[in-house]
């Protein structure tokens, strides 16, 4: 299994929602991220997991609360969203030793998210 | 010193064509060089990377081309198709364990 999984693809939510966004994979990759992207812009780093411990938050609003419960699964916690928080949201595995390190991320497709 | 900047914004080439896509850095600790291809609502996949310690790489129609003292590194696709449509990112990262500093990006636009 090479690939990293998000669910769902696409989520409409109201601003007083709470909602949840699911990244999961099993390669083994102890590292694990949350990128941003707005249209026509590269992702940006909001959160880094590395061996299941939050290692760097991005200064990211606390409308946004990460979790990461276990090696293969990483979740997205949304509440009380802006319309300007529309973005796709994409999660990012990688491997933390060894020379395949440098082989970069895993991306999953994302979620399309939008706040109305 | 963390920007990694990126030319063209676009790039429209003909069906067999040459497209190159320029980068360029400050941070002479950046030490891994990938590049990302990403196609509309998916997510970046990687394409192919370098490190500074070679000065080309080739995969199939994809070279990196590697400039340690000008701190440049290029993207070529020879024989550009219209699948490689896409929009391409390059990327640097410094150190084991660190993240990546991601070009604006160039939106390729392959004629048939």
């Known amino acids: 299994d090479t690939e990293v999984t998000q669910t769902p693809k696409h989520l409409v939510m109201g601003m007083t929602n709470k909602k949840s966004l699911k990244c999961e994979q099993h390669?083994?990759?102890?590292?694990m991220y949350w990128y941003k992207q707005k249209a026509k812009k590269p992702p940006e780093l909001m959160f880094v997991?590395?061996?299941?411990?939050?290692?760097i938050n991005e200064s990211v609003p606390s409308r946004f609360s990460p979790e990461c419960p276990n090696s293969s699964l990483l979740n997205l916690h949304l509440h009380a969203l802006q319309p300007e928080d529309s973005a796709l949201y994409l999660c990012?595995?990688?491997?933390?030793?060894?020379?395949?390190?440098?082989?970069?991320?895993?991306f999953g497709s994302g979620t399309r998210l939008t706040v109305v | 010193q963390q920007q990694v900047k990126q030319s063209p914004q676009s790039l429209i080439v003909q069906k067999g064509g040459i497209s190159i896509i320029n980068c360029a850095y400050e941070n002479t600790a950046f030490d891994y060089f990938p590049w990302y291809q990403q196609f509309p609502g998916k997510g970046p996949a990687l394409l192919i990377a370098?490190?500074?310690?070679?000065s080309e790489k080739k995969e199939g129609r994809f070279t990196i081309s590697f400039n340690k003292s000008a701190k440049q590194f290029s993207l070529h696709i020879m024989d550009s198709q219209p699948g490689d449509s896409a929009t391409y990112f390059c990327a640097a990262s410094k150190g084991y364990g660190q993240n990546f500093v991601f070009g604006p990006g160039t939106r390729l636009s392959v004629l048939p």
């Open positions: 390669m083994g990759h102890r590292a």
């Open positions: 370098i490190r500074p310690d070679v």
């Open positions: 990012a595995s990688r491997l933390t030793s060894g020379i395949l390190y440098y082989y970069g991320y895993t």
């Open positions: 997991y590395s061996y299941e411990k939050l290692s």
